[in-house]
């Protein structure tokens, strides 16, 4: 499974923006994907994950409120809609297939990893 990411880019803090991640197999859809962010010299870390229907999402507290993680199995896509945007968004940010139905906060529940998209945030 290859998974290409997009949407990322350069905005305001406060402005909004929404990445989209599509896989090459639609057997994706029947899996858990998430999205994680790596910024310079931090570790990797979750963001938003969702189950294969889209009906069970969880979000890291920092994001809680403010990013909203959808899918569309039709498109065996998964989006992320980034809203208020504050400058320690600053990332690339991973989407990821997961290796069971759910969505999970842990690294290593993941088996696909896209290339990344470059989010930045200027105050």
């Known amino acids: 499974v290859q998974l290409q990411a997009s949407g990322g880019g350069l905005v305001q803090a406060g402005k909004s923006l929404r990445l989209s991640c599509t896989a090459s197999k639609r057997t994706a859809s029947n899996n858990g994907m998430g999205w994680f962010r790596q910024a310079p010299g931090k570790e990797r870390e979750f963001v938003a994950a969702?189950?294969?229907?889209?009906?069970?999402?969880n979000y890291a507290d920092s994001v809680k409120g403010r990013f909203t993680i959808s899918r569309d199995n039709a498109k065996s896509t998964v989006y992320l809609q980034m809203n208020s945007l504050k400058p320690e968004d600053t990332a690339v940010y991973y989407c990821?297939?997961?290796?069971?139905?759910?969505?999970?906060?842990?690294?290593?529940?993941?088996?696909?990893w896209g290339q990344g998209t470059q989010v930045t945030v200027s105050s």
């Open positions: 969702s189950d294969w229907r889209g009906v069970y999402t």
């Open positions: 990821a297939v997961a290796r069971s139905s759910g969505g999970t906060s842990a690294l290593e529940g993941y088996r696909y």
